[in-house]
């Protein structure tokens, strides 16, 4: 059974740094294909794609976020890293991660963690 | 960018079919995805490939794609199924790569 799950403060204030964690089970990070994202979304609004890593270690940003964010594994801890950089209210939201499956050229998310609200506030 | 457009709500009696749209440029040249996701819950994978199931998701959910509109249809729709349905689709050559659809929210009379 795959599992992922979310770690990190619930609330930041305004410039700082976040740092979430995604601990998962059931698959491993070194194997070959595997990949795992970051996904947020906001009170009330949809999903927004934010980074990706691969069991190569290539890495995939939005672009509008990329000058923000940076992304890494720890494949022996089965672990995933966030951070994003200079923390503003507008990044209230909810994070996720979800592992990708990859078939013949397209991705899908499945499954997702239970994601962790993150608040922005002074 | 790309962007994946869905209306923002549907309403459906118990037993009745709900059908979610979700349009894009030439939708139909990509396969899409669909996610449900409950109150204060994580997005489920109910639809990938267009139209196939995941293991575990009934065979009332089915999806179709074409065009420039993709559908995830929902047969003798139940309460359990009130809750947002997002699309989404890999487009390596969008800045975004993974674009989620605006989210529709299914409310079952």
Same mark, same amino acid.
Request: aromatic share 8%; glycine share 8%.
């Given at each position: 059974q795959v599992t992922l799950k979310e770690s990190g403060p619930a609330l930041v204030k305004p410039t700082q740094t976040l740092t979430l964690t995604c601990t998962f089970s059931g698959f491993s990070l070194s194997t070959s294909g595997m990949r795992v994202s970051w996904i947020r979304q906001p009170p009330g609004k949809a999903l927004?794609?934010?980074?990706?890593?691969d069991w190569d270690d290539d890495k995939f940003y939005s672009t509008s976020l990329k000058t923000r964010l940076t992304i890494s594994k720890d494949t022996s801890k089965n672990q995933v890293v966030l951070t994003m950089t200079n923390m503003d209210p507008v990044d209230t939201? =909810?994070?996720y991660c979800a592992r990708i499956l990859a078939v013949a050229g397209d991705n899908w998310f499945d499954p997702w963690g239970q994601g962790t609200l993150v608040t922005v506030s002074s | 960018s790309y962007v994946l457009t869905q209306p923002p709500s549907v309403s459906v009696a118990p037993g009745q079919t709900a059908r979610i749209t979700c349009g894009g440029n030439n939708i139909g040249s990509k396969s899409v995805h669909w996610y449900q996701?409950?109150?204060g819950q994580a997005p489920v994978l109910v639809v990938y490939d267009d139209s196939d199931r995941p293991s575990g998701i009934p065979e009332r959910f089915s999806?179709?794609?074409s065009g420039n509109t993709a559908t995830l249809t929902i047969s003798r729709v139940e309460a359990g199924?009130?809750?947002d349905y997002y699309c989404q689709v890999w487009d390596s050559s969008s800045d975004l790569f993974y674009v989620f659809g605006t989210? =529709?929210?299914?409310?079952?009379?």
């Open positions: 927004e794609w934010l980074a990706r890593i939201a =909810t994070y | 996701q409950k109150p999806g179709s794609n199924d009130e809750a989210g =529709t929210k299914v409310t079952v009379l």
